[in-house]
């Protein structure tokens, strides 16, 4: 079954320190990979996208990720977090089969402290 | 542009009511979807639609309906509501079924 997995409930790290939210997927061809951010209250925003091309995608907000098809990878990196970066983060997966599917992982609560 | 609209903000349902949750864009997008939104379980796809008078199930689509009459328009109907439909409800359109905007959400529960 396709998915995306968050291992990671919540990450913790300082406000200036490099921080890294884990995603690995399960697709067996060539995914379309996302991540999102949901601020408190609000919807989810769209950050960056995976569909074909160079594996170091660069997103909003001074976020990038690295798609690693041999480690079925898909981490979300920032090289000094914010305290405004605080948010719960959803990496998500395109079904491979049926283009009009979508599969998000549970979410990883990233906490910046000053 | 408002983007993606969703009313009400908040619900609360009796078992066995009905009601319908509005979802509206301005984009002209031709993909809409809702989610659900549980603790621990990420979003998950209840119906999608590719344009008007095409819907389709995703992940969980038992007791809810959907139907695309326009463009902007796609509500979410639930028939008779249930404690497990709970949740926190997102609605989504995209240009070409790949990144998504999301709406607000909107927080039903059902006692």
């Known amino acids: 079954a396709q998915s995306v997995a968050q291992p990671e409930d919540q990450v913790n790290v300082a406000e200036g320190n490099p921080l890294t939210v884990k995603c690995t997927y399960s697709?067996?061809?060539?995914?379309?990979l996302f991540w999102y951010v949901q601020y408190p209250n609000r919807g989810l925003q769209f950050l960056l996208k995976?569909?074909?091309?160079?594996?170091l995608v660069k997103g909003s907000y001074g976020f990038e990720a690295e798609f690693n098809k041999s480690q079925t990878s898909f981490h979300l990196e920032k090289p000094s977090a914010l305290v405004s970066d605080s948010a719960l983060y959803f990496c998500?997966?395109?079904?491979?089969?049926?283009?009009?599917?979508?599969?998000f992982g549970s979410g990883t609560k990233l906490n910046v402290k000053p | 542009n408002a983007g993606v609209t969703q009313t009400p903000k908040f619900q609360v349902l009796k078992t066995g009511q009905s009601m319908t949750l509005q979802c509206a864009q301005d984009?002209?997008?031709?993909?809409m979807s809702w989610y659900r939104q549980d603790p621990g379980m990420g979003l998950r796809l209840i119906h999608y639609?590719?344009?008007?008078?095409?819907?389709d199930q995703g992940e969980v689509p038992n007791g809810y309906n959907v139907s695309r009459s326009t463009t902007e328009d796609f509500p979410l109907r639930l028939l008779s509501a249930a404690p497990s439909q709970t949740s926190v409800y997102f609605c989504?359109?995209?240009?070409?079924?790949?990144?998504?905007?999301f709406g607000p959400g909107t927080r039903l529960t059902v006692t």
């Open positions: 998500a997966v395109r079904d491979e089969y049926n283009f009009n599917k979508f599969y």
């Open positions: 697709v067996s061809g060539n995914p379309y």
């Open positions: 989504a359109s995209s240009p070409q079924a790949i990144e998504q905007y």
């Open positions: 639609s590719v344009g008007a008078g095409i819907t």
């Open positions: 995976y569909i074909t091309g160079d594996n």
């Open positions: 984009m002209n997008h031709e993909y």
